[in-house]
């Protein structure tokens, strides 16, 4: 079952001689429980197409459909409700709420999007990231992996249509970025869950179900591990 849809998807900074194509005409599709690594060098674009496919930026031109939803045809406020309850985002450096502890961080989401907790899902994804005896904790009596650990319960506990990291294991010790690939892999595995990961490291991307690797904002290859 097709999850994500990214059709002819392009953005260009510029005009004229400084014009860059970070994305360069972009199309591809991911079905519902695959687990994708995004892989190009620095300046390669695929940290642009993350936030395009996330709905953080708006494309130059094409489209992207997240559960047959196109996503550019929705205002900014309606975006930005549909971003909250059905794409999941995780960000190298954690972007947790400093004074906020890890269940209110983890619960963020709802309490943004004014529902109700699902305190089983709660739960359950405590104990799947290691955290039930962490939850009162603030985030700055905490580890980097576990910071990184409560990020993607926050992405998770919407159960979203699509999960996205950005470098998730960049600011981490390699111990620590094996934990997180571990979790991101049980997630997609336990949960079902849809995720794609944008990583420079070819061991992480060896890690997925598919590695797409980008070069000046267009896709080289599509291939399957």
């Known amino acids: 079952m097709e999850i994500l849809k990214v059709q002819n998807l392009s953005k260009t900074y510029g005009k004229g001689e400084t014009k860059i194509n970070a994305v360069d005409n972009i199309s591809f599709t991911v079905d519902k ?27 130059t031109s094409g489209k992207v459909f997240i559960d ?9 406020d309606n975006l930005a409700i549909f971003r909250r309850r059905q794409i999941g985002l995780i960000y190298q450096f954690y972007n947790l709420i400093p004074i906020l502890n890890v269940e209110e961080n983890i619960t963020l989401p709802c309490d943004l999007d004014g529902g109700d907790v699902d305190k089983q899902r709660l739960e359950e994804l ?34 979203p249509a699509i999960m996205l990291a950005d ?59």
């Open 126 to 159: 405590l104990k799947t990231l290691g955290l039930e005896n962490r939850k009162t904790h603030l985030p700055n009596q905490l580890s980097g992996g576990q910071q990184q650990r409560v990020s993607i319960g926050r992405a998770m506990i919407n159960n």
């Open 33 to 59: 429980g695959e687990f994708v690594a995004i892989v190009g060098a620095s300046g390669s674009g695929k940290s642009t197409l993350l936030h395009l496919i996330g709905g953080v930026d708006r494309p």
């Open 167 to 225: 470098e998730p294991t960049g600011n981490l010790d390699s111990k620590a970025s094996e934990e997180i690939i571990s979790l991101l892999k049980l997630s997609n595995k336990k949960f079902n869950q849809t995720v794609i990961i944008i990583t420079h490291d070819l061991k992480i991307a060896k890690e997925a179900d598919r590695v797409i690797t980008i070069e000046d904002g267009k896709i080289l290859k599509d291939e399957r591990n």
């Open 68 to 76: 047959g939803k196109d996503i550019y045809s929705l205002d900014n």
